[in-house]
């Protein structure tokens, strides 16, 4: 099943409102771990890593270090940026897929770590597009006066769930976490669009099997491996770059907007093939789209966050930038989203 969310409209009401965002934060773990790292681990190298995903490093939490550890951090750097006090904020919405536990929500940790003492908590999970969904979401409680200050975060201990021995999966993920920090504002700054979709029969093709209510945690889960990621990695990168160009173009056009009005894409950050392909279906020149995959791998849901963050503190991104977000992740999930910053 295919779905398709419609922006809503600016000023069409009395209670509707324009929403952007007012701060970014990014915390990636201090640990590094290199191509030439997993070279002593699985049977690679640089040249094939770099060859297949762009990727050259990937940080790696702590065993200590949980998914709200991170979120916490990043959290605390868009507040301050934004010039927030946790206690102003009335919403937190994770995105993982790494949850601390099954419950209580990885959100609620974060609030506890952060002070947020007022706000409403919950996860949301779409994988690698939950980024995205968890925004649209936010938007839709602010511009509806249900929420005043909304807190984001793409949050993922993705190291928890690859499976080392695996050479084709174990090279593309990492750890790390993005936040942003939503409030309302006069148009015509703000979300201008945002399109998202899904196809559930597309579900085998990116997954974590074992552990859920159909495949309960058991020593046979456990043998067969089914506690970490899975992929089809040829049919994955078809239907992502298919999803994701058509998300960004239909976000473009429901925004009234074209590519020559877009300073910057920020896309997630999967692989660099994918990520090309992307470019090339787009149209867009390379200095328009903003990567650091080579850097921090895939991290899921906090690769758009970080990657944003990375780009507004580099000055990649303006105030009144028009920036065009997209993503795509298991499920199958995509979205895309369109703002003025």
């Known amino acids: ?21 007012v701060g970014t934060g990014s915390y990636v773990p201090e640990r590094v771990l290199t191509n030439a790292d997993l070279e002593k681990m699985v049977d690679t190298t640089d040249e094939w890593i770099v060859t297949r995903s762009g990727i050259r490093e990937r940080h790696i939490a702590r065993e200590d270090e949980a998914t709200s550890d991170m979120a916490a951090e990043a959290s605390r750097r868009a507040l301050a940026q934004a010039g927030v006090s946790a206690e102003d904020v009335d919403l937190i919405i994770v995105a993982t897929v790494t949850p601390d536990m099954v419950f209580p929500n990885t959100a609620c940790f974060v609030q506890n770590l952060i002070g947020a003492r007022n706000a409403t908590c919950f996860d949301l999970e779409a994988a690698c597009s939950g980024f995205l969904y968890a925004m649209h979401v936010a938007s839709q409680f602010i511009r509806t006066g249900a929420a005043r200050t909304a807190l984001v975060i793409g949050a993922e201990k993705l190291s928890c769930v690859t499976d080392w021995q695996d050479r084709a999966t174990c090279v593309l993920f990492g750890d790390g976490a993005g936040a942003v ?26 997954k974590i099997p074992g552990g859920g209510s ?15 990621m899975q992929m089809v990695g040829k049919e994955v990168f078809k239907n992502a770059v298919r999803s994701m160009g058509d998300a960004a173009r239909n976000a473009l056009e429901q925004s009234g907007l074209t590519l020559d009005d877009v300073a910057c894409v920020v896309p997630h950050q999967a692989n660099i093939r994918i990520v090309d392909a992307i470019r090339e279906r787009l149209g867009v020149p390379p200095e328009k789209f903003y990567v650091n995959l080579e850097r921090f791998g895939n991290m899921s849901a906090a690769s758009i966050p970080v990657a944003l963050d990375e780009a507004v503190r580099a000055g990649r991104i303006k105030k009144g930038d028009v920036v065009v977000m997209v993503a795509f992740g298991g499920g199958f999930t995509w979205g895309s989203s369109v703002i003025r910053m």
């Open 1 to 21: 099943m295919k779905t398709q969310a419609q922006p809503a409209a600016e000023g069409s009401s009395g209670t509707a409102k324009s929403v952007t965002i």
């Open 181 to 206: 920090v939503l409030q309302a504002c006069e148009a015509p700054r703000g979300f201008l669009a945002t399109v998202t979709g899904s196809d559930g029969a597309l579900t085998d093709l990116l």
């Open 214 to 228: 159909r495949s309960p945690t058991s020593v046979e889960t456990i043998e067969k491996r089914m506690h970490y």
